[in-house]
Structure formats: C-alpha cells, structure tokens
C-alpha cells in the first residue's frame, strides 16, 4: 500500500473513531458547553459589582454614620399619672367590671391615681443651649421627664415648647459637653436613598437599623391627633422607643424624625413614617421660643373625594381629586370667600387638591394674612373665588 493510501486510512480510521468519541459523550458535551456559557455569563456578572475597596469603604461609611450620629441621640424616660377608676381600667381592657373584685395591689380605692412609664427617643440639635427635639406624644402629659444621654449621664428634662399637630416638642436639659445632630435637606431626599433609624426601641439605647426611603408625602388617618403629616417612608426598622429618634442619611445629616408605623400588632411591619427635616426646620424657631405655632387656616371641614364619591357623582363631580366642603366655620377665611357647603375645592393657586391631608397640608404651610385663589365645582360648573388666610395657633 502507498503511503497516499496510508494516508487516506489513517484519515478515515480518525474520523470513525472522532465520531464513536462524540457519539458516546455527545450529552456530556452539550452539557459542558452549557455549563462554559453559563460560568463566562457569571463571570461577567460578577466583575460589575464592586472591588472589595468599593465594599470596604461603603461598610467604613456605614459605620462612620453610626459612630458619629449616636453621641447625639437621647433615650427619654417619663411618668404619665392618670386618674381612672378601675371599671374604666377593665373597660379599656375590653372586659367587663360587672361583679369583679377589684383586688389589684396598686389600687387600694375603686379610684386611684396609676403612675406610668412611657419611653422614647429625641436628639440634641443644639449642644450650646441643650435643646433636645422628640415627639410630642414621647413627653405628652408626662409630669415627669428623664433624658440619658449616650455617654451614660442622666438629666432632667424640662419642656420649652410642644405642637400636638405636627407631633413635635423641644426639651431643655442643663448639660455641657454634649453632641448635636446637623439636619439635612429632606427635600432633596428621593425614594431608594439608604437612611438609619436611631433611638431605643424597646429600651435598647444605641440601636441603628439601615433601610432605605420607600415613600415620599405619605399621609394617615391612625396616626392620632397629628393632623400636619407628609411624612417620608422608609423600611428602616422603626418599632416602640424609636419614636422622636433621628432619621439619619449617608452624610451623617438628620433628614427626618421617626414618628410612627403601620402596623396591625404595633410593632415593627415593615413601613415606617418619619417627619421630614424640612417641617421641623419651619417649626422649631417657634418650639424653642416656646411661642405656639402659626399656621395659615381656611377654616373648612374637607372630606377627600376617595371617600364620598357618590355624593360627589350627585354634585355632578365626577373626578377622582378633589375634597367636598362638608362644613364651614362662620366667620372665618372660606366663610368670608364665599365658600359654601357641598362645594366641591378643586384648586389652590392653581394645583391640584389631592385630598383632605394634601388640603390641611397646603393651607398650613402657609403664612396667616396670605391671599390664596380657590377653584370650586358648584352647580355644575366652575366658581373661583380669593380668601385671606386666617391663623391657627397650636392648641395649649
């Protein structure tokens, strides 16, 4: 045989024995190929993230935050006495006093005065004066009020000033050598920005727990007598004693104060309300002068469309915003516009009233004098009118 025949076997016989090779490994290989696809996608992946440098620095940032965001931060003790008797005591238990003995070692008497311990959290905004501010419902009706700072002292705490509607108060401790907090701008702060929630949840001083902002101009109607609100959302772990502690940003600035929760077991579901930097900032001059706060006021009892649309439907409102004039205070601003009940506001100046939060919102952050131009839906058709705001001073 000559070599060109040689040749030609030899090529053959490799083909034949490439071919028996693939045959038997034919699966294997596909999943090998899979497998080297897969692994390279991966490995792409993977070289997006950050180098360990990235990492070291965001967890030192972090930690930076904490570190010096904590000395600022108080835990607030305080005694509530209340007068109840003890029928009212089961009452508000959900019981029945009808034939109960009442045999309780702190109630010689069916009526006593029960001494309470509530607790919460604030932050010193100004180290110089030792000014303190929390929320109001932290020292409400306290007779008495503790504030333990993070270096281990103990002051009394005295209160300058209150607002119940917005839910916030300013205490005063005599102290040196304190710490305070910087705010930042609250209305610069978008929905995903990382943020820490500071305070003393359950009584645990010192707590930080990280989330981000999960909502923006968030209003509610179970957050008690606080009737300004707009708060900022996050899912930063706010739970009890976290109230009036500091909502604080990658700067290490406060851009809001932790206020309350949603939640059907009270306590900690995931969403939490703080109230923006940019409120209190307009708040506090009055709280530290102890002068109550002065808001713009129309004097209206709105009701959101949401909640009476077939009652707007008969006005003819069909709309989804919007807020029905269900009342109107005599002689006050809307009285004197000419505003009249089962008015349907639609505008102020021109935008859009979104409900009766977005409304009371509006109008409050206004000064008392100003002069406002409302759109109304009456009788079918468009009515504008102009009021002067009046004033509203937080209740004493």
């Not at 304190?178 to 003393?200: A, Q, R």
């Not at 300004?228 to 700067?251: E, H, K, M, W």
């Not at 021109?350 to 509006?362: N, S």
């Amino acid at each position: 045989m000559d070599n060109r025949a040689l040749f030609r076997q030899f090529v053959l016989n490799l083909l034949v024995t490439l071919g028996v090779i693939f045959v038997l490994l034919k699966a294997d290989l596909v999943g090998y190929i899979a497998y080297s696809v897969e692994r390279g996608r991966l490995r792409a992946a993977r070289e997006t993230l950050p180098d360990q440098t990235e990492v070291a620095l965001a967890a030192r940032s972090a930690r930076t935050v904490a570190q010096t965001s904590l000395p600022g931060v108080v835990f607030i003790e305080t005694k509530v006495s209340v007068s109840l008797s003890l029928e009212d005591i089961f009452k508000q238990l959900g019981e029945s006093a009808e034939g109960a003995e009442f045999e309780h070692p702190d109630f010689e008497h069916p009526e006593e005065i029960g001494e309470f311990k509530t607790m919460g959290s604030g932050f010193i905004f100004d180290a110089d004066q030792g000014l303190i501010v929390t929320n109001y419902h932290v020292i409400e009706d306290a007779s008495e009020v503790k504030i333990h700072l993070a270096d281990g002292r103990k002051f009394d705490g005295h209160l300058v000033g209150q607002d119940a509607l917005s839910d916030l108060a300013v205490l005063h401790i005599e102290a040196d050598n304190l710490f305070e907090l910087p705010f930042g701008d609250s209305e610069l702060i978008e929905i995903g920005d990382d943020v820490f929630s500071l305070g003393s949840p359950f009584g645990l001083t010192g707590t930080v727990s990280r989330g981000i902002v999960s909502g923006k101009d968030r209003f509610s109607d179970g957050i008690g007598q606080v009737v300004y609100q707009r708060f900022l959302q996050t899912d930063a772990v706010i739970n009890p004693g976290n109230s009036g502690g500091p909502l604080v940003d990658l700067r290490g600035q406060v851009v809001g104060i932790n206020t309350a929760i949603a939640t059907n077991t009270g306590t900690y579901n995931g969403v939490g309300f703080a109230i923006p930097a940019s409120r209190v900032l307009r708040i506090l001059p009055y709280l530290r002068s102890g002068k109550p706060v002065v808001r713009g006021f129309l004097g209206v009892e709105p009701i959101s469309i949401a909640k009476v649309q077939d009652a707007a439907a008969n006005l003819g409102w069909t709309k989804d915003y919007g807020v029905l004039i269900n009342a109107v205070i005599p002689n006050r601003a809307a009285d004197q516009a000419g505003i009249q009940v089962n008015d349907i506001l639609t505008r102020i100046n021109g935008t859009r009233v979104q409900g009766h939060h977005h409304l009371i919102e509006t109008i409050g952050q206004m000064a008392p004098g100003s002069t406002i131009k409302l759109e109304l839906w009456r009788n079918d058709r468009y009515v504008t009118v102009k009021a002067e705001l009046g004033s509203r001073a937080t209740p004493s």
